[in-house]
């Protein structure tokens, strides 16, 4: 039996073996931390300064750009929307109103530049009867959203019968060919025909989102149109139709509005 003494003296022994392993535990996890720790740290700079020798690219998004950025960039323009122009005509051409859908279609060429083409297709009312259309090429300049652009193109009328009294009803069975009525006449009571047309246009475009927005505009144009009526009757020599036609100068100034894609 195992005196007291010797019990005491075993206990501490354990004691301290206990401490022992738990302090070498210890010591072994702290040393494990701090290496780790350390590598991380030189791996972490390393990477750094291999970053920073790297030479640095930077891609453009639209992701980082804002709406209105977004519609500053080329690509294509897409606009439908209605007009209603007022028609003021240099006698002989009458005057009145048109109201109509407006078609749009071109290209942005830069922040400060685009290239478009617009189509207007109305009915005329008043002065004016019957189909009235047009198509324009317009080079624009925009700014802080603003656009002003001059165009070029072509305006054309296709008046329903009897749009007007007729000003010289005995005239289409005296003439025996094609005759052209002067200034001083009174208007034809139908037009046929085609012209040329110049225009000035200025337009706010609203962006709404990165690729839908709307398009307010206002437009003052020019035109001359050849305007033809039809007598029922042919030349005897080269059996050619016998109109009776008319120029028809005028200018007109317009509001439309739409929306508009990119």
Not at 37 to 54: F, R
Not at 66 to 81: A, H, N, T
Not at 148 to 153: I, N, P
Not at 163 to 181: C, G, M, W
Request: with cysteine; charged share 20%; net charge negative.
């Amino acid at each position: 039996m195992q005196s007291p003494h010797i019990k005491a003296q075993n206990v501490s022994m354990r004691t301290r073996f206990c401490l022992s392993v738990c302090l070498s535990v210890c010591l072994s996890v702290c040393l494990s931390v701090s290496l780790s720790v350390c590598s991380h740290l030189v791996y972490a700079q390393g990477s750094e300064d291999v970053k920073a020798a790297e030479p640095q690219t930077f891609v453009e998004s639209e992701q980082l750009l804002s709406d209105r950025e977004s519609w500053e960039l080329s690509g294509l323009r897409v606009d439908l929307g209605s007009y209603q122009e007022f028609i003021t005509g240099r006698s002989p051409a009458p005057s009145g109103s048109i109201k109509g859908v407006h078609i749009g279609v071109g290209a942005r060429l830069d922040e400060e530049w685009s290239l478009s083409g617009a189509l207007r297709y109305g009915v005329g009312s008043e002065g004016l009867g019957g189909l009235n259309f047009s198509g324009m090429v317009s080079g624009m300049y925009h700014r802080y959203g603003f656009g002003l652009g001059l165009g070029l193109g072509v305006i054309g009328v296709e008046e329903q019968p009897d749009t007007r009294p007729d000003p010289s009803p005995e005239l289409a069975n005296e003439i025996v060919a094609s005759y052209t009525l002067p200034e001083s006449s009174l208007p034809l009571s139908r037009c046929v025909g085609f012209g040329p047309l110049a225009a000035l246009t200025a337009l706010y475009r609203l962006p709404i989102t990165s690729i839908f927005g709307l398009k307010i505009g206002a437009q003052v144009n020019l035109a001359r149109l050849t305007c033809e009526q039809s007598t029922d009757r042919v030349e005897p020599d080269t059996a050619q139709g016998i109109v009776i036609r008319q120029y028809w100068d005028r200018w007109g100034w317009s509001l439309f509005g739409g929306l508009s894609w990119r």
